[in-house]
């Protein structure tokens, strides 16, 4: 069984910490997180499947997991043939300002190994033992 540890304002109302990190860690999650937050309005499922081209029940596994935890909204819509949209909650807009702040990383980061420093470089320190 997971230990998780809880959000500091979990007697508010706030989450488990490693329940989010749970959900946030799935496949494709933060890529749906980051096309609802940050192009705003109903999405339909195909829009969504399109544009990150995954499998259809992986998606539908994945938003399913979002409306549950209140990020998602979803509204079907009594038509043939069946409509559904999909549109970030507030909740989920809350996460713009960490989608920003991991953009603006990127922006001055690569994702590349950090080059090797000459052991020269690094200064040895004497170990010192106390007595």
Known sequence: MEKSV???????GGC???DLFR????????D???????EPGPRRFVDIQSRLGISPNTLSERLKSLVEAGLL???????IPPRVDY???????????????LRD??????LAPEPARPASAVAAKPLIVAR
Do not use: Q
């Not at 809880?6 to 508010?12: F, G």
């Not at 749906?32 to 940050?38: A, D, F, K």
């Open 105 to 110: 990383w990127s922006e001055r980061n690569a």
């Open 32 to 38: 749906i997180l980051h096309i609802m937050i940050w």
């Open 16 to 18: 488990d910490i490693g």
């Open 73 to 79: 909204s979803r509204t079907a819509y009594n038509e």
């Open 6 to 12: 809880p959000c500091p304002d979990s007697a508010v």
């Open 87 to 101: 549109e970030a909650t507030a909740k989920a807009r809350d996460l713009g300002p960490v989608f920003r702040a």
């Open 23 to 30: 959900l946030l860690g799935k496949v494709h999650v933060l």
